[in-house]
């Protein structure tokens, strides 16, 4: 089983930036797709990037295109998702999960999941 730790999580200001890290032990990362979710309270979960071990091919959510980077270094066993320009809106649990990825693009369904980290932003 592949195990997932976030990380990077935080409270900051509108307008501000955090930086999650999402880290797997006993496997490479450079064979699983791996998406970045987010859940707000009252709110379905939410997949808003995804980087696709098969042909690295990236892609985002419209809520966060623009504002989220995501990017993987495969020394660190590691995938991060940068968050600028921060707004309230974005307050969530995030999220990152894997699944091997063998086919195009970022995996259909995943089903290894990390723990989760809190992101706020308020004033």
């Known amino acids: 089983q592949l195990q997932l730790v976030e990380s990077g999580g935080g409270l900051v200001q509108p307008g501000g930036s955090l930086r999650l890290s999402c880290t797997a032990s006993?496997?490479?990362?450079?064979?699983?797709?791996v998406g970045w979710f987010r859940q707000a309270p009252g709110k379905e979960r939410e997949e808003i990037s995804c980087?696709?071990?098969?042909?690295?091919?990236?892609s985002y959510a419209s809520s966060v295109k623009g504002r989220f980077t995501i990017s993987r270094d495969s020394a660190k066993n590691a995938v991060y998702l940068q968050m600028n320009s921060l707004k309230p809106e974005d307050t969530a649990v995030y999220y990152c999960a894997a699944a091997l990825n063998l086919g195009r693009g970022c995996p259909d369904t995943y089903d290894n999941w990390g723990q989760g980290t809190q992101g706020t932003v308020s004033a």
């Open positions: 980087f696709a071990a098969s042909d690295l091919s990236i």
């Open positions: 006993e496997f490479s990362l450079d064979y699983y797709g």
